[in-house]
């Protein structure tokens, strides 16, 4: 079968369709949270819920399967096979589960939102647990239909990052642990002495909000990303929405805590370069889209850490960033604002407020958690004494509320299960990557001292970006940096960074 053949013509000329559907939800989406009156909620929602039904008639479209049958007798090779096999996988899914169920889930997760934020404020787990048990029970259900019967957990993982599962994600945090628990409780012991000697990072106050606005800009588009086709915008939490031409970025601004914008903008714009760089041609096919979100922060994370988070980046940045902030900054070294910019809080039990050495402790506590409740060995109902346990295992620290353990994210509310692993996946993918990039790119520190990042942008274009959904998390790993996935390189960077 050639690309000329009429039926795979056809089948990508419907999920052209489909995909230029999901950008009208996308910009939606992004003006709700960016945007929107008060009191157009309502409209909103009739809005989107119309533009869900038109969607899923478009990806189980009869005409849809036909052209994706008659591709699959003719045979596909090369690309076409790697369209017409994740074509028929989300084909597959959409058509499998029954529309109530999807509808379902909807509704749920919209109440179980308004249940999780005020048992939270209340620090009240009971009050969620129902909601949590529907959710879980509704993602069992959906693993029956879609034929993952024997390790339901492996469905919620593939849904964010396809071909990734339990088995292999549990293998590689285990060595992370292995590794990550001395190192941290070593840094957290010397920064408790650093402490205790009364050294203590400086606090940055009274950081212009204006001037924080165009630092952010000026940043990211010296790191490579595109304004002609982006934008940066303020939300209540950062995100970045869109592809191709279309990409918005969003962050938050704080004038007693510059930092938290500018790593915020930065993460985002890492997301946003990837989306910029993926090609355009082939929008809306498995050539054409993110590998999967572990790929994905991988991107986010090393321009934020391993980049931004450099000696040589601030070499670059000093000058400016004290020419936009004088006042604030006067009597600030570049030591005293390097330490800040790296700082670690030992026994940190908030995720989302969390440094890189103990981030991903955090993670490996909800992964397992998240693959006992699956597996049925764990009752929603024991679930705050299971984290609490863990977390004294990894942390070091006990909650003292469900507030800030149990109850303190977000994504369970929505039934996002098998979401957490990615951010770590990420952070180990990124490690690897920074680990190629700079044998690959001989004097790439010296770069950044000057305020140039284009190599390494080319570099990741042509290594990670430019190869959209070819090959899952793991493949693209060893392709891209000649080793596969493994924990090594992160804990020897965060050592390298953190651990003297
Ligand atoms: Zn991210």
């Not at 309502?42 to 969607?55: D, K, P, V, Y």
């Not at 008639?57 to 009869?62: C, K, L, S, V």
């Not at 999780?116 to 959906?142: G, M, Q, T, V």
């Amino acid at each position: 079968m050639t690309t000329s053949f009429p039926a795979y013509q056809e089948l990508l000329a419907r999920l052209r369709r489909i995909h230029v559907l999901g950008t009208v939800t996308g910009v939606l989406g992004w003006d709700e949270q960016v945007n929107l009156p008060p009191g157009a909620a309502a409209r909103r929602g009739e809005q989107m819920s119309l533009l869900a039904e038109l969607a899923h008639a478009e990806a189980t479209a009869p005409a849809l399967g036909a052209a994706l049958a008659d591709c699959e007798a003719a045979g596909p090779v090369g690309e076409a096979a790697v369209v017409v096999a994740a074509a028929r996988r989300d084909l597959d899914r959409s058509v499998k589960l029954p529309a109530d169920l999807v509808a379902e889930k909807a509704r749920l997760s919209s109440e179980a939102y308004h249940a999780w934020a005020a048992a939270r404020a209340a620090r009240d787990f009971s009050a969620f647990a129902p909601y949590l048990e529907k959710h879980l029970a509704l993602a069992l259900r959906e693993a029956e239909l879609l034929g993952y019967g024997d390790r339901p957990y492996d469905l919620a993982i593939d849904r964010h990052d396809p071909g990734l599962d339990a088995a292999r994600i549990g293998a590689l945090f285990a060595e992370l642990r292995a590794g990550l628990v001395p190192l941290a409780r070593r840094i957290d012991e010397r920064v408790r002495a650093e402490r205790a000697r009364g050294e203590r990072p400086v606090a940055l106050r009274g950081f212009d909000v204006d001037a924080q606005r165009r630092v952010a800009r000026a940043v990211t588009a010296r790191l490579g990303f595109d304004y002609e086709r982006g934008r940066l915008d303020v939300s209540l939490h950062p995100f970045c929405e869109g592809s191709g031409d279309d990409v918005r970025l969003t962050t938050r601004f704080d004038a007693d805590n510059p930092l938290d914008s500018l790593y915020s903008s930065i993460h985002e714009a890492g997301h946003g370069m990837y989306e910029q760089g993926l090609p355009a041609q082939h929008a809306g096919t498995a050539l054409g889209v993110a590998a999967g979100m572990a790929v994905h922060e991988s991107q986010s994370r090393l321009w934020e850490n391993q980049v931004a988070r450099s000696r040589a980046f601030w070499t670059w940045l000093e000058p400016e960033y004290r020419a936009a902030f004088p006042g604030p900054l006067a009597g600030v070294s570049v030591d005293a604002l390097h330490a800040a910019v790296n700082e670690v809080e030992p026994g940190g039990l908030i995720r989302v407020d969390s440094d890189e050495v103990h981030y991903n402790l955090h993670i490996l506590l909800r992964f397992e958690l998240e693959k006992r409740l699956f597996a049925g060995e764990l009752a929603v109902a024991d679930l705050p004494a299971a984290w609490d346990d863990l977390c004294e295992e990894l942390l070091g620290r006990r909650p003292a509320h469900a507030g800030e353990g149990v109850l303190q994210d977000v994504h369970w509310s929505g039934g996002a299960f098998g979401y957490f692993p990615s951010y770590t996946l990420g952070n180990m993918i990124a490690a690897q990557l920074w680990v190629a990039a700079r044998a690959a790119l001989p004097g790439l520190e010296e770069d950044f001292t000057r305020g140039e990042f284009g190599r390494l942008l080319g570099w990741l274009r042509e290594t990670v970006h430019a190869h959209g959904r070819r090959e899952d998390a793991f493949a693209l790993t060893r392709r891209a940096t000649g080793a596969e996935l493994g924990a090594g390189a992160l804990l020897a960077y965060l050592q390298e960074r953190y651990g003297a």
